[in-house]
């Protein structure tokens, strides 16, 4: 009996030491460690320790599992180190991190054990140790699918071949042409080419041309780059011009016999002047003393644009319209979103509306949605609209300020609520016939902005709740499928993020969850008014909130603190406003709620659009603030510093909130150390300190049109003269803090 008990206790014991060392091999999978390491770390060194390690070792031998690598050392087989599937993301360096769903990090890949790996493929990635920061590191053993994302870029042309040099960061190296096949490519053309191959040893991928586009540095080439970058179609198919050019255009009494005729009621467009479509009007009218009848007015899209047709696939395809630097990429063709569709002054047109009867304490004392039919009596600009708001002078100028006195009030009202205010001055380029940027200017939100967006706002969220909520016959709420725009609260790690990062500037950050933060933001945002460090306070205040999108399901709109929020008031440039006035439509017909999974889907994929199209337009912005300073190479302009890493810091003029980088090896008179704990760079002789909001001067050094990059040379006091006293060739050297080293 005692025997039997002892074996059941070295039974066990083994066991445990049989777990402790696979474990060992598993987390460590590209170390070699010996018996003796392998014994004392299970259970102990002993001589008996010893022999149950080696029967151990002897038998995941046997099983394949581990290999001998040297006398008593030992390693776990190749075929036996975690593996896992995930998306290759590149980096400038051509080393690639691997996104494995499931996993908190990326696994790290250095260029050499990339297998060819290219941005967006879908890989095998074995793990093979963890770096000295806990980073997985692992090796690429297979490409499981090619991303077919095509790559723009200029080709260099040569006597045998032609090489493309992409635009793109995430390609760091050139792509081949065969100069047989494509032998009209020019030297110097923007060209499409997508990856067709890339041979073991070779050292550049063989491409395929897709496109070509033009001379590089042509206006709208460099423009129809940027949307083949992201992928963007820049004209519409003929069969969906013909589809549109089709359209009966005829505004008929039986038509207009179906709905509610306000063209005998005062409305009104207001809109940029560059404007060419105009998808909102508001109409006014008094009811009596201090009661006033508004109607939000939208052009009614989906009365010509039928579910389905070619016309609808299409603009499910863009999802949105894509406003680049000098030219809008329309969702819907011109015939429809600048003609049919489209309010202009003293024409009939057909809408789609929300109206509502409201008094001067905002109480909304009855709503009505429906089909119009309207008259628009006149077309504003914001900035005539605001000359009558400003002077109280001008046509339907009563008309005009009582809209902004409730606009102004209904505004106030939902700030007290809890709405955050991100109001940021958008950023506009003065252009000359050819595209090219001649001055740079910035758009502010007036009053007359105000005016429009309240009444959007309004219309958006009771629209939202009409659907979104029924009342049984019982007088219960029931809930109903329905597009919802969704905005969810922001993470308490983001929130600390946030807070420590502007305690740089000596701001105090209180709040942690609920309305609170939305009220410390609008206080923070008050108090950044006009100070340097207001545009990296507010982008970081920006990141730190979540981001709003389409779906489903509802859990209100955190930034406009609205429980029900929805786009009904865009459909000319946004699919999911078209999505909703068919729901609409629906539900004030009486019929059943629309199915879920299909709408949810749609969601999906035009909140994957909007934010290609946002990232489209911020290139093209980011294309024309190097074009200007192309001009500015060697001219001096004072800035701030927006941001710092490392191996750099990011200045932004003053003037017009361009930035750039200036690379910390570059900058003459110091050594520099980066302190990652005081977010400081630090000049370790003369002791200067450069944080976040400094105060700086940069010479424009280099402007990279194809990379879309500036390069600053920050000009330190007294830099000149210590230049003169160094030996020419020595310039500084840079160093990361050894407070880095510790942590």
Known sequence: MKKQKQR????????????????????????KFSLKHLASASGGA?????????????????????????????????????????????????????????????????????????????????????????????????????????????AEVGAHQIFVRADSRRMPMDIYLSKRTYPDVRDGEKVVVRIADWLPGSKSPVGELVERLGMAGNNDTEMHSILAEYELPYRFEPEIEEAAQAIDARVTAKEIAQRRDFRGVTTFTVDPADAKDFDDALSVRKIKDGVWEVGVHIADVTHYVRPHSVIDDEAVERGTSVYLVDRTVPMLPERLSNELCSLRPHETSLCFSAVFTLNENLDILEEWFGRTVIHSDRRFTYAEAQEIIETGR??????????????????????????????????????????????????????????????????????????????????????????????????????????????????????????????????????????????????????SMAKAYYTTDNIGHYGLAFPYYTHFTSPIRRYPDMMVHRLLARYLAGGKPADKTELEDLCARASDREVVAAEAERASIKYKMVEFMKEHIGEEFEGHISGLTEWGVYVELDET??????????????????????????????????????PVRIRVKRADLQKRQLDFELLLPGAAARRTEEPRGKGPKVRTSSRRKGR
């Open 657 to 694: 909130h361009i930035e750039g980088m200036s690379f910390l090896r570059d900058i003459e008179g110091d050594f520099f150390t980066f302190d990652e704990q005081l977010y400081e760079i630090i000049g370790r002789s003369t002791g200067i300190r450069m944080t976040l909001g400094s």
């Open 8 to 31: 059941s206790e070295n039974g066990a014991r083994k066991t445990d030491r049989t777990s402790i060392i696979l474990s060992m091999f598993r987390e460590f999978p590209n170390n």
């Open 394 to 543: 001008g046509d339907y100028a009563e008309e005009v300020l009582t809209l902004n006195r409730l606009a102004q009030a209904l505004r106030k009202e939902r700030f007290k609520n809890g709405a955050i205010s991100f109001d940021r001055e958008e950023v506009k380029f003065r252009l000359d016939e050819n595209g090219k940027p001649l001055g740079v200017y910035f758009k502010e939100q007036k009053e007359s902005n105000q005016m429009i967006e309240e009444f959007m706002l309004l219309a958006n969220r009771r629209v939202a709740e009409f659907c979104g909520k029924r009342r049984t016959e019982s007088g219960r709420s029931a809930e109903r499928t329905m597009v919802y725009r969704v905005h969810d609260s922001p993470s308490e790690e983001k929130l600390d993020r946030f807070r420590q990062f502007i305690l740089r500037f000596g701001h105090i950050f209180k709040a942690t969850k609920g309305r609170a933060v939305a009220k410390e933001l609008n206080k923070l945002f008050k108090q950044i008014k006009g100070t340097t460090e207001e545009n990296a306070v507010a982008t970081m205040a920006v990141r």
């Open 46 to 154: 002993t001589k008996e320790g010893r022999r149950e390690t080696l029967e151990i070792l002897g038998r995941l031998f046997e099983e394949g599992v581990v290999e001998e690598c040297a006398r008593e050392k030992y390693r776990l087989m190749q075929t036996h180190l975690p593996h896992y599937e995930g998306v290759a993301d590149m980096a400038p360096s051509g080393s690639v991190y691997v996104k494995v769903e499931g996993q908190e990090s990326d696994i790290f890949v250095n260029q050499r054990n990339a297998a060819n790996a290219l941005n967006g493929d879908r890989v095998e990635v074995v793990v093979m140790h963890r770096g000295r920061n806990g980073q997985l590191e692992g090796e690429i053993t297979r490409i499981i699918e090619r991303n077919r994302k095509p790559y723009v870029g200029v």
